[in-house]
């Protein structure tokens, strides 16, 4: 078993940055992808970036993609998004997602543990 823990999210004004983290402990695979995603009341979860073990390999929304980063620190099993240029409409909870194989896919069906979320808030 795997355990997901988020930090970092928060209320910001539209323009400003956050840096999420997600610390992964308990069985964690030799090598394996991470993700992050976020889910808007009344919407879908959505795919937001993923990132290889290596951190060679990273896929972004097209929707976030020159504003967000994601990256990782093996040593410390975790992972990070930085946002940037943060919109109201980036407002959601943010999931990050464990992926036992190292090959980053973007649908939420392709992650098989969970953190319990951070809530992420842009006020215009």
């Known amino acids: 078993q795997v355990h997901l823990v988020e930090s970092g999210g928060g209320l910001v004004q539209a323009g400003g940055s956050l840096r999420l983290s997600c610390a992964a402990s308990g069985r964690t695979y030799s090598r394996f992808a991470m993700g992050w995603f976020r889910q808007a009341p009344g919407k879908e979860r959505e795919f937001v970036a993923a990132?290889?073990?290596?951190?060679?390999?990273?896929y972004y929304a097209d929707s976030v993609k020159g504003r967000f980063t994601i990256s990782r620190d093996n040593a410390k099993n975790t992972v990070y998004l930085q946002m940037n240029s943060l919109k109201p409409e980036d407002t959601a909870v943010y999931y990050c997602a464990h992926r036992r194989r190292d090959i980053v896919v973007v649908t939420p069906l392709g992650y098989d543990y969970w953190g319990q979320g951070t809530q992420v808030t842009v006020s215009s």
């Open positions: 990132v290889s073990w290596s951190g060679g390999n990273t």
